[in-house]
C-alpha cells in the first residue's frame, strides 16, 4: 500500500485544513518544494498536492509551485494533483509541466459528462476524488453537497475510465479521529478500480487497518496532519503500509 503524504498549497504556503474548511486553515510551512523533498527523503514514492486557492476560484492558481515540486523530486515519485481542474486545457497543462495524475473533482460531479470526454484523452492519467459527508458526495472545496450517492458515483467513473478513485471522509478530514475503513471497505468492494482512502489516519494503527483492506482493492491511504503535527512517524508508517 502507497503512503501518500498531502501538500496543500494555500498562498504559497503549505497547510491543512480541518473537515475542508479554508477559514480553518493550519500552516505548516512556508516552503511547499522543501516540504516534497522531505516526505521524499523519508521514503514517499507518490506526492497528493491539491491547489486549494485553485479549488476556491475554478482554475489552478500554483502551477508554478507545482512545476517546481516536479523538478526537485525524483522522476520516479509519483505527483497526483488537484484543484481547480475544470477542462481539458487545464488537465493538458498539468500533464505538461510532469504530473502523473491529474485529479478531479467538483466538475466530474457537476458535470456528467466531463470524465467520459477525458478519460480517454488521457489514457491511464485520470483519478477522481470523491468527498463525502455520510454517503453523499460534496463539491465546491467540499462546501455544497450533490445529490449524488458515494458508491453510485463511483461506479460511473470506472465505467468512464478513470484509473482510481480517491475517498475521502470530510467530517474525519484534519481531526486525527481515524479513518472510516468501513466506508472504505465498501466502496472498495463495489468498484474493480483502485480505491485511495484520505481523511482521518492519525497513527501506525490507522496505517494497518488500511493495510488489511488491500486485498478489497485499497491501494494507497493519504496523510496530511498527522505526520505535520508527529502524531505519526512518517518513515516508520511507510515501511508499515509496503508490507501490505
Given at each position: 500500500?502507497?503512503?501518500?503524504p498531502?501538500?496543500?498549497?494555500?498562498?504559497?504556503?503549505?497547510?491543512r485544513?480541518r473537515?475542508?474548511?479554508?477559514?480553518?486553515?493550519?500552516v505548516?510551512?512556508?516552503d511547499?518544494?522543501?516540504?516534497?523533498?522531505?516526505w521524499v527523503?523519508?521514503?514517499a514514492?507518490?506526492l497528493?498536492?491539491?491547489?486549494l486557492?485553485g479549488?476556491?476560484?475554478?482554475r489552478?492558481?500554483h502551477?508554478?509551485?507545482?512545476?517546481?515540486?516536479?523538478a526537485?523530486?525524483?522522476?520516479?515519485?509519483?505527483l497526483?494533483?488537484g484543484?481547480?481542474?475544470?477542462?481539458e486545457?487545464?488537465i493538458?497543462?498539468?500533464l505538461?509541466?510532469?504530473?502523473?495524475?491529474?485529479v478531479?473533482?467538483?466538475?466530474a460531479?457537476r458535470?456528467?459528462h466531463?470524465?467520459?470526454?477525458?478519460?480517454?484523452?488521457?489514457?491511464?492519467h485520470?483519478?477522481?476524488?470523491i468527498?463525502?459527508?455520510?454517503?453523499?458526495?460534496?463539491?465546491?472545496?467540499?462546501?455544497k453537497?450533490?445529490?449524488?450517492?458515494?458508491?453510485?458515483?463511483?461506479?460511473?467513473f470506472?465505467?468512464?475510465g478513470?484509473?482510481?478513485?480517491?475517498?475521502?471522509?470530510?467530517?474525519?478530514?484534519?481531526?486525527?479521529?481515524g479513518?472510516n475503513?468501513?466506508a472504505?471497505?465498501?466502496?472498495?468492494?463495489?468498484i474493480?478500480?483502485?480505491?485511495?482512502?484520505?481523511?482521518?489516519?492519525?497513527?501506525?494503527?490507522d496505517?494497518?487497518?488500511?493495510?488489511?483492506?488491500?486485498t478489497?482493492?485499497v491501494?494507497g491511504?493519504?496523510?496530511?496532519?498527522?505526520?505535520y503535527?508527529?502524531?505519526?512517524?512518517?518513515?516508520?508508517?511507510?515501511?508499515?503500509?509496503?508490507?501490505?
Amino acid at each position: 500500500m502507497l503512503l501518500i503524504p498531502a501538500i496543500d498549497l494555500k498562498e504559497g504556503k503549505c497547510v491543512r485544513l480541518r473537515q475542508g474548511r479554508m477559514e480553518e486553515a493550519t500552516v505548516y510551512g512556508d516552503d511547499p518544494v522543501a516540504m516534497a523533498k522531505h516526505w521524499v527523503e523519508l521514503g514517499a514514492r507518490r506526492l497528493h498536492v491539491v491547489d486549494l486557492d485553485g479549488a476556491k476560484q475554478g482554475r489552478p492558481v500554483h502551477l508554478d509551485v507545482i512545476e517546481r515540486i516536479r523538478a526537485a523530486v525524483p522522476p520516479e515519485v509519483e505527483l497526483q494533483v488537484g484543484g481547480g481542474v475544470r477542462d481539458e486545457e487545464t488537465i493538458q497543462e498539468l500533464l505538461n509541466i510532469g504530473v502523473d495524475y491529474v485529479v478531479l473533482g467538483t466538475q466530474a460531479i457537476r458535470d456528467p459528462h466531463f470524465v467520459k470526454e477525458v478519460a480517454p484523452e488521457f489514457p491511464g492519467h485520470i483519478l477522481v476524488a470523491i468527498d463525502a459527508r455520510g454517503e453523499r458526495a460534496a463539491v465546491d472545496g467540499w462546501s455544497k453537497l450533490s445529490r449524488h450517492k458515494v458508491v453510485d458515483l463511483a461506479k460511473r467513473f470506472e465505467a468512464e475510465g478513470a484509473e482510481a478513485i480517491i475517498y475521502t471522509d470530510i467530517e474525519r478530514d484534519g481531526t486525527l479521529s481515524g479513518p472510516n475503513t468501513q466506508a472504505v471497505a465498501k466502496l472498495a468492494e463495489a468498484i474493480s478500480i483502485p480505491v485511495i482512502a484520505s481523511g482521518g489516519i492519525r497513527s501506525l494503527d490507522d496505517v494497518r487497518a488500511l493495510g488489511q483492506l488491500v486485498t478489497l482493492g485499497v491501494m494507497g491511504a493519504i496523510t496530511g496532519r498527522a505526520i505535520y503535527e508527529g502524531t505519526l512517524d512518517f518513515a516508520e508508517a511507510v515501511k508499515l503500509a509496503e508490507q501490505f
